[in-house]
């Protein structure tokens, strides 16, 4: 096939915050695809917070990238050619694919049919995808609150956390957010209906922002940060306060992690720490999304994105996301959406 398939390729490890130097720009022949096969034009890629751990030289659940490597990521495309009878040409599809104007897919990329009707195609890398399902995984099946309690969530107006308070508050939870903006803050009280929230950045400390926000503690935290917001959850944390570990992005770029100083509580409080990978819980996704999309059909869930334009945008938005730039659940179109507008 013709030349025309530009890529993106992870140049060299970042020490500290990745930069724009971390990769590089390549034009590929379109690839043929083999026995059992499609090809794929990608239009909507994510970037994702998991990406900066796979640019460490170290064992994790994701295999560790090498310089060299075209990056991978979540991708919704459109099948140009099949010789895979599960799929046609023309299906939109969903798989863990490649930075990349086009991919070859063979079926077995966590590869699933999308349907154009049910939600904006982009929608299936945020709140019908995996952030959505990693905010229904920590807050329903872990975090289990109980209407009533009190719920914290840091990185609030993100992919995953502006799905994890808008749960938390069907359950009828009261819900506190924490987001790097005054604007951002705006969104999860107005939008989200989170009960409270607070501008991180300019609190002059987390304990006072804690005490003032959450004034009856705090029984679920819903950890997206890590560092020092989670050593002031501690502090404030109720009797028996479950604590979900999502992530801890405000550590994912620095040499030396910050040390977590109030681990004595966690007896004393009877607390409990809980960890997971949302791919470890992916038999949960197809009745997460059948409740998702009814919620987002009758509004009772809202859901943000922050798109960009163009595939040599990608590392600069995924810089920008790790910064706390994003607004909403970032996503890069490469490729023009033949939905859009229909
Ligand atoms: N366990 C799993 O399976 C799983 C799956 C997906 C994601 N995650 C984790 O979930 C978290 C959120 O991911 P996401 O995809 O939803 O990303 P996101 O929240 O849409 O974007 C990242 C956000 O992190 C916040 N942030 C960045 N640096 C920060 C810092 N130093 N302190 C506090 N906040 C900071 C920024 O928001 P502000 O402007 O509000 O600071 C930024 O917008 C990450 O920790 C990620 O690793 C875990």
Redesign the pocket.
């Known amino acids: 096939m013709t030349d025309g398939n530009r890529q993106v390729v992870f140049a060299s490890r970042p020490s500290g915050w990745v930069g724009e130097e971390n990769f590089s720009l390549h034009s590929a022949a379109i690839p043929e695809p083999g026995p059992g096969e499609m090809l794929v034009r990608n239009i909507y890629m994510s970037v994702?917070?998991?990406m900066r751990g796979m640019m460490v030289d170290r064992p994790s659940y994701a295999a560790p990238l090498r310089p060299g490597d075209v990056l991978s990521c979540r991708v919704v495309g459109q099948v140009v050619a099949s010789n895979n009878p599960d799929y046609g040409a023309g299906d939109f599809v969903f798989g863990m694919l490649r930075w990349e104007e086009y991919s070859i897919a063979k079926g077995d990329e966590d590869l699933r049919k999308v349907d154009p009707d049910l939600a904006p195609l982009s929608w299936n890398l945020g709140v019908l995808g995996?952030?959505g399902l990693?905010a229904w995984?920590?807050m329903m099946e872990l975090g289990r609150p109980k209407a009533g309690e009190q719920v914290f969530v840091?990185?609030?107006?993100?992919?995953?956390?502006q799905v994890a308070g808008q749960l938390a508050r069907l359950r009828g939870c009261r819900v506190v957010g924490?987001?790097?903006?005054d604007d951002?803050v705006a969104f999860i009280r107005r939008e989200c209906g989170y009960d409270d929230g607070f501008n991180?950045?300019r609190a002059a400390s987390f304990e006072t922002a804690l005490a003032s926000h959450c004034p009856d503690g705090i029984d679920v935290y819903f950890d997206?940060?890590?560092?020092t917001?989670l050593d002031a959850v501690l502090l404030q944390a109720n009797d028996h306060a479950r604590l979900i570990?999502?992530?801890?992005?405000?550590q994912?770029n620095l040499q030396q992690p910050d040390g977590i100083h109030n681990l004595a509580l966690f007896a004393r409080k009877r607390l409990t720490m809980r960890?997971?990978?949302?791919?470890d819980h992916y038999e949960l996704l197809p009745k997460y999304l059948s409740d998702m999309a009814a919620w987002l059909k009758s509004g009772e869930v809202k859901y943000r994105e922050d798109m960009v334009r163009g595939l040599e945008q990608a590392p600069a938005a995924f810089i920008r996301?790790?910064?706390?730039?994003?607004?909403?659940?970032?996503v890069v179109q490469i490729a023009d959406d033949p939905t859009e507008g229909s």
């Open positions: 994702d917070p998991y995996a952030p990693t995984v920590g840091s990185a609030a107006s993100g992919a995953v956390g924490s987001a790097g903006s951002k991180y950045r997206n940060v890590g560092g917001m570990e999502c992530g801890m992005i405000s994912y960890g997971f990978i949302v791919r996301m790790l910064k706390g730039e994003n607004f909403g659940k970032q």
